[in-house]
């Protein structure tokens, strides 16, 4: 399998393929890269999957998307990554072997994919996990190291730090905003002791801190020095990982391979849900991808309406689904991409207005008109509208979501109708309720259960140096420990 850039110019080599780009971020025309044409899924390799357990139905989608690793590498790696003991957290009985088995509202009608049971408590885990086992891997081949730099306010880094720790090869760089995460959210992060994770918390802001990782990116000298990679959300291995677990889903929904099924997802960065518009396109029976914004809603503008309007900072709300408080979806490019029938000059044409702070509108356009075929419909939600869902919830069903999975069961009320009478509708859970406990609390008077393993982790000692926002101070800690 051969990769592309949407917007053209792929780079060197010339045809990449996936372990070429696994390590990198954009592609060097600024365009994200994705498969030169999607790969078609049969009836007979749908027949055959429906029974399969996690991992090996993992190694049979990606080794569709990878076909530059040995098929015996590929299933050894699916095999470590998705077990059990990793996703240890599904909360009753032993469906940990599902890895994300299927919580049931309405039995056959309204059900949540539970995403959450890794070690971090949010869906991230789902593809980080793989990247981890795939970076060492890879690192090990080549005989090369990287060292990881990014920002967090809580779920990417900790997702990213779970993933690498103890990983040959690999250093991760975390910088968060000193003071600005929740009691918990420092206690999974900070209280790793492994030598290959290296926790900054920043006197400042989160955009502090991304600024700072933006400045030693941009110092193409001491990056290529100091073999400083990201795991950003465009990251074509996350998104390829996010497939499988839409086929997984379909095949917990249904009985047999002529029914449908339809998908709501809480969306930010559009990376989740992206993986559900290419488990369409590879031809899983999927009638309807719903797509569920909170108040930064401009992806829910865009399906709406089909005008683009990135936000500025000042007009991005702070909400209490904060993994879902984006002004730009940096995943949506590969969706317009397909739109625009996988031009490349239209997509830089459009990239070039947002690039340049301004909106995009193909409200008029032949392409948005045919917007149908492609499955999605949106809708958007408030705090109040999290409170009022987590609360109904609880009531009706006895089961507590967290704020970003509200988000996601509101809209599917909303748009319910328009989803085939018959067909399934799942709910993509994307973390716990025990990581946004504050809004748990506000909406039902009660703290969140916490899973077993990690009761009192925040009394743990924790490993962390505090610094000032200083770009300067921060490349010679990098300097430092890379040294060793
Ligand atoms: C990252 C995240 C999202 C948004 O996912 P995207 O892939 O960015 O659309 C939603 N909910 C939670 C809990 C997250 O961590």
Redesign the pocket.
Known sequence: MKYISTRGHAGQPTNPEFCDILLGGLAPDGGLYLPESYPCVTRAELDAWRTLPYAELAFEILSKFITDIPAADLRAICAKTYTAEVYCHARAGDRAADITPVHWLEPGRLGLLEL?NGPTL???DMAMQLLGNLFEYVLAKRGESINILGATSG??GSAAEYAMRGKQGVRVFMLSPHGKMSAFQRAQMYSLQDENIFNIAVTGMFDDAQDIVKAVSNDHAFKAGHKIGAVN?INWARVAAQVVYYFKGYFAATSSNDQEVAFC??????????AGHIARQMGLPVAKLLLATNENDVLDEFFRTGVYRPRKAAETHVTS?P??D?SK?S?FERFVFDLVGRDPQKVAALWAEVDAGRAFDLSASAEFARIAEFGFLSGASSHADRLATIRKVFEQYGVMI?T??ADGVKVAWELAGAVPAGVPLLVLE??LPV?FSETIVEALGREPERPADLAGIEALPQRVEVMAPDVDAIKRVITERVRG
């Not at 997802?265 to 992206?274: E, R």
């Open positions: 959450s949010a869906f991230k779920d990417t959300s997802v809480p969306s930010g960065n559009f990376g989740n849900i992206c689904s993994s879902m984006i979806a995943n967290d970003h999975t994307t973390a990581k």
